[in-house]
């Protein structure tokens, strides 16, 4: 059975940094994609970072590129996002998602057919 647990998610200051950790247990795979995703109330899933760890390919979306860094662990089952330069617009419940095979849209909430339970995010400016 696949489990994500999400940690590191806590308060920040505007220009601080956090760093979230995704672990994977249940899968073994090295065909799959993951992703995190943020969701502030009243608003929809947003994908934010994702990688297809098959093919080592990553993608951002353009509201955190150049500030956000997706890497992956292997050896450890675990997929990290570095969030530099935080700013007050990514405060937000952050959540893991993961699929193996037939990875689709990265960023596309869809795609993913495994889910964390998230882990917030807050900024102050």
């Known amino acids: 059975q696949v489990q994500l647990t999400e940690s590191g998610g806590g308060s920040a200051q505007t220009g601080g940094s956090l760093r979230l950790s995704c672990s994977a247990s249940?899968?073994?795979?090295?065909?799959?994609?993951v992703a995190w995703f943020r969701q502030a109330p009243g608003k929809e899933r947003e994908g934010v970072a994702g990688?297809?760890?098959?093919?080592?390919?990553?993608i951002y979306a353009d509201s955190v590129k150049g500030r956000f860094t997706l890497s992956h662990d292997s050896a450890n089952s675990t997929v990290y996002l570095l969030m530099n330069n935080l700013k007050p617009e990514d405060t937000a419940m952050y959540y893991c998602?993961?699929?193996?095979?037939?990875?689709?849209?990265?960023?596309?909430?869809?795609?993913?057919?495994?889910w964390g339970q998230g882990t917030q995010v807050t900024v102050s400016s």
């Open positions: 998602a993961a699929r193996i095979h037939g990875c689709g849209a990265l960023l596309s909430p869809s795609t993913y057919n495994f």
């Open positions: 249940g899968i073994i795979s090295k065909d799959k994609c």
């Open positions: 990688t297809h760890t098959g093919v080592d390919w990553t």
